[in-house]
């Protein structure tokens, strides 16, 4: 017979194992009796834990999610990966987040037997963040609109445009995203019709939200439409071009703000000016062949006339 604190703990794991258990799978698991599961669930309860009875056939216990924090049951991965992801917090993107995610990790460390203590602090020794080059978020804004997609509501905020442009725009907020770099929501824009992405480091939410909506199938995977959007279309030139290298070293050395890899090693990408375009592409160190636009070429030969004049020491013909 398992001691009654241990017991609870198994307990405690196999409710958060799956979302239903019969009284009966439960004393099987424990080598109980059901009255002993049933005493078992009041206690937990009476630890803040919010533990749901269902009866019928199909009756038993389902744990819920309770106003307050009880304790965690971490196994050893689990434990592992939350502290990774408190460390990668601490280095991140969303602002004032740093100190909050530290005091989290000491908290969480205090907790841990230690051999899992001895793991997580290998990793931390071994490994450096680099701060975070994308602007930072106020989180605020970032779980407001978290909120908002999750409610399907409607939103009103101030927003700056890449320009530098101004103005208030009503939205139907359908994701985040986060690039590793920066925030980013896609959302239906009322106004525009249309969907749009924006950066949300450039939101100034107001208050209060806007009615309930019904959601809408975006045009495409989110993911490719923001990658779209921030590589291509946000540029004033826009192109395209097929890069010859396996796919694999493609993805791998293309960040997401280079624009969309498409599987046939197709690039959809953009810049500033076509002689932009033309020393990004030229700096990727693989053959490529431009599809569009033709002036793309253009660029790309004045450029390689200005670099073989370097290589032979002359002046560049354009100079």
């Keep these: 017979m398992l001691e009654t604190s241990v017991r609870l703990l198994r307990l405690l794991s196999l409710l958060q194992a799956r979302p239903g258990w ?24 009476g630890l803040g834990y919010q533990i749901h009875s269902m009866t019928g ?7 819920g999610a309770g106003a307050a924090v009880p304790p965690l049951l971490l196994d050893d991965d689990e434990a592992v990966a939350v502290a990774v992801g408190l460390h990668t917090a601490a280095s991140g993107s969303v602002a004032g987040i740093e100190e909050t ?3 989290a990790i000491a908290k969480l460390q205090r907790m841990l037997p230690p051999r899992l203590r001895r793991r997580i602090e290998a990793l931390r ?3 450096v963040s680099l701060p975070g080059r994308g602007p930072a978020i106020d989180p605020a804004t970032l779980t407001a609109v978290a909120a908002a997609v999750r ?8 927003y700056q445009g890449h320009d530098g442009g101004g103005g208030v725009r009503t939205v139907e907020p359908h994701r985040l995203v986060h690039t590793g770099h920066r925030w980013y929501l896609l959302a239906w824009d009322a106004d525009r019709a249309d969907w749009r992405t924006f950066r949300a480091d450039r939101i100034r939410l107001r208050t209060p939200n806007g009615p309930r909506f019904t959601p809408r199938r975006p ?3 989110v993911a490719a439409h923001i990658v779209r959007g921030v590589g291509s279309r946000a540029w004033r030139y826009q192109a395209r071009v097929r890069l010859h290298a396996p796919l694999e070293r493609l993805a791998e050395m293309l ?10 090693g197709v690039l959809e990408t953009g810049g500033p000016s076509l002689h932009d375009l033309a020393g990004f592409l030229g700096s990727l160190g693989v053959p490529f062949t431009v599809i569009d636009p ?3 070429r253009d660029a790309l030969l004045a450029l390689a006339d200005r670099c073989a004049a370097a290589a032979r020491g002359e002046e560049p013909p354009d100079a």
């Design 22 to 45: 019969s009284g009966a799978e439960l004393a099987d698991r424990l080598s109980v009796t059901t009255r002993t599961v049933r005493s078992d669930i009041e206690r937990l309860r």
């Design 57 to 63: 056939t199909a009756g038993g216990y389902r744990l």
């Design 101 to 103: 995610s530290l005091r």
């Design 125 to 127: 020794a071994a490994t």
């Design 151 to 158: 409610d399907r509501e409607r939103l009103r905020f101030d």
């Design 219 to 221: 045009p495409e995977d």
């Design 255 to 264: 960040p997401p703000t280079a624009g969309l890899l498409h599987e046939d």
């Design 294 to 296: 033709p002036e793309l």
